[in-house]
Every structure is written in structure tokens, then in C-alpha cells.
């Protein structure tokens, strides 16, 4: 495949990321111009660390993240942005580094310390520029913001996310190992939490779970929640936004060194075969792409070429 068809899919994924960006931020409360609400329930951490990525193509979001964190930081957990950022590119831990500690120095607000680097340069953004308000709470794509806002932070309000994002029409269980990979904690914690919804009842456990020694299931009634929650009983599914969101990052940052360091056809079909299966369970369960099979040429870049493609046509449907 030539650079230039290369370079043409990640441009197009990485405006594609940004749209979506635009939309979930304006669904949370930024004031921007952006397309249709976003529909799925947003990730409010893996929005942040994206978009301070994304920073270098779009300079305003400096202006839109400070003012949203603000705004809303009562409803960020501050454990969870530790957790996700790991294994992402050092620019988003430096901006991160940045963005806790003007909150520690301007804010007070010492819930950020952990996170805090007093060598951190200050985000390029405008101190007098309000770009965001509280958000809306009437559909499903602030749950999380909603239940961490009614239950406090932590890992019982974003297990509870979870579970009410599975098909409602279709009764879906989930492991506790499939929850912690999607919210980002620790099995042990996830393990706790769920257990102690299901006996409060907040979800269900398959009762054979804990006297065969099996692996843990849980379910929830999304419909029956709807009702409480006042918000469409249409409940899109969970996002799975942090999965996504890697990899475009991945892709884009992998195109970015190759325009810096021309390398050979083969170093780009290993490098493109090495992202695909990073990413195999992700690409698959959102039915993108098999990332095992072949494309017509034989090139395992347009493969992922492909991937991205399809990506960026599944969120303007389903975003």
C-alpha cells in the first residue's frame, strides 16, 4: 500500500475521533458546536486523556478540557485517570501531570495531588475563556456522570454503569473480568463491588456462581432503571470508549513515526499486524473487522486501513 493511502486513512480517523470528541463533550456540557448528541454512555476519563492527545491537531480543546474539569470535577475519578493512562503515549501523562496541578495550585483541589508534577509546564489555554456547564442528565450517555453524581465515585456507580449498558432485549451476563476490563480497576475491586450490588439488589448474580467455585456473572435491568433515572427506556449499549479510543491512538501515532522514519513495505505490514491483534477483541466485538483475515492484496496495512475505515463509518451510526 502506498504512504499516501496510509497517510489518507489515518487523516480521515483522526478527524473522525475528533468529531466524536466534539459530540461527547457538548453532550456533558462544553459549550461547542458539534453534530447530533452523542447516544452511548461517554467515559468521562478516557474523554479527558483523549482529548489531551488530541490536543496538538486541535488546539481549543485546552480551553474545553480546563473548563469542563472545573466545572465538573466532583464527577472525575481521579483513580480511574491513573489507571487508563498507563500504556498511552508520554504527552498525555505530561499533560495530565499539567492539568492536576493547576487544579491543586488554582483550585485547591487537593483530590488531584496524586497525579500533580510541580515541573509540569501550564496547559496553553485562556483563564478568563468559560467553555462549559454542568451537564444535562437526560439520557443514557451521562450515565456514568449521573449514578457517580448519586453514589459518589468510585467503582460501585462505574460497575453499575457497566452492567445497565449491556443489551436490555437480550439478557447478557458479564464476568467480573470483563467488567474490570472495561472500567479499569482491579479485579479484586470490581469482584467486591458487583457483589455488594447484587445483594443490594441494585443487579443480579447467577446463583450457582459462588457455591460450584465458578467465575462470577452479573446482569442488570436496564428497563426497570430507566423508570428511576428518567431517561429513555432506548438504551444504547456501553461504549466501550477506552477500547476505541486506543486505538486511534495507536494507529495515528503509528502513522505519525512513519512519515518521521520512512521504513521498508514489510516494517509496515509487521507494524500494522501488531496493532491489529492489540486490538483483535475490541475491532471484533464492535464486528469492524476480523483482524485475521486477509485482504485481497495480501497487505496486512490495508487490513488495517480497512479497520480504521470502518471505524470512522461506525460512529457517525452508532456514536
Not at 480517523?13 to 461527547?24: C, F, G, P, S
Not at 518521521?260 to 500494522?272: C, F, K
Request: hydrophobic share 45%.
Amino acid at each position: 500500500m502506498p504512504n499516501s493511502i496510509a497517510i489518507d486513512f489515518a487523516a480521515s480517523l483522526r478527524q473522525a475521533t475528533l468529531e466524536v470528541i466534539w459530540r461527547q463533550r457538548r453532550t456533558l456540557g462544553a459549550t461547542v458546536s458539534s453534530g447530533a448528541p452523542t447516544r452511548t454512555t461517554i467515559d468521562p476519563e478516557a474523554l479527558i486523556l483523549t482529548s489531551l492527545w488530541m490536543m496538538d491537531h486541535e488546539r481549543r480543546l485546552a480551553d474545553v478540557i480546563w473548563s469542563w474539569v472545573d466545572r465538573n470535577s466532583a464527577v472525575i475519578s481521579i483513580q480511574r485517570l491513573g489507571n487508563l493512562r498507563v500504556g498511552l503515549p508520554p504527552i498525555v501523562s505530561t499533560r495530565l501531570e499539567s492539568l492536576a496541578q493547576e487544579r491543586v495550585r488554582n483550585a485547591r483541589d487537593a483530590r488531584w495531588r496524586s497525579l500533580s508534577s510541580t515541573d509540569a509546564a501550564p496547559l496553553s489555554k485562556r483563564a478568563d475563556k468559560i467553555r462549559a456547564v454542568e451537564p444535562r442528565l437526560t439520557s443514557w450517555a451521562t450515565l456514568m456522570v449521573q449514578l457517580r453524581m448519586g453514589m459518589g465515585v468510585g467503582v460501585k456507580a462505574d460497575v453499575l454503569s457497566f452492567i445497565l449498558g449491556l443489551n436490555m432485549h437480550v439478557p447478557e451476563w458479564a464476568s467480573v473480568t470483563m467488567i474490570a476490563d472495561a472500567i479499569g480497576y482491579t479485579t479484586a475491586a470490581v469482584r467486591r463491588a458487583a457483589d455488594d450490588l447484587a445483594r443490594a439488589r441494585f443487579i443480579r448474580n447467577l446463583d450457582t456462581a459462588e457455591s460450584d467455585g465458578g467465575t462470577r456473572m452479573f446482569s442488570g435491568n436496564p428497563s426497570a432503571w430507566a423508570g428511576i433515572l428518567g431517561v429513555s427506556p432506548t438504551i444504547p449499549a456501553w461504549g466501550y470508549w477506552r477500547e476505541r479510543y486506543r486505538f486511534v491512538i495507536d494507529v495515528v501515532t503509528w502513522h505519525d513515526q512513519e512519515l518521521e522514519h520512512a521504513t521498508t513495505p514489510y516494517a509496515r505490514d509487521v507494524a500494522a499486524r501488531e496493532i491489529l491483534k492489540r486490538h483483535r477483541t475490541a475491532l471484533r466485538r464492535d464486528r469492524i473487522i476480523d483482524p485475521f483475515e486477509s485482504s485481497s492484496d495480501g497487505s496486512t496495512l490495508a487490513d488495517l486501513a480497512a479497520a480504521s475505515e470502518a471505524l470512522a463509518r461506525f460512529w457517525v451510526s452508532h456514536a
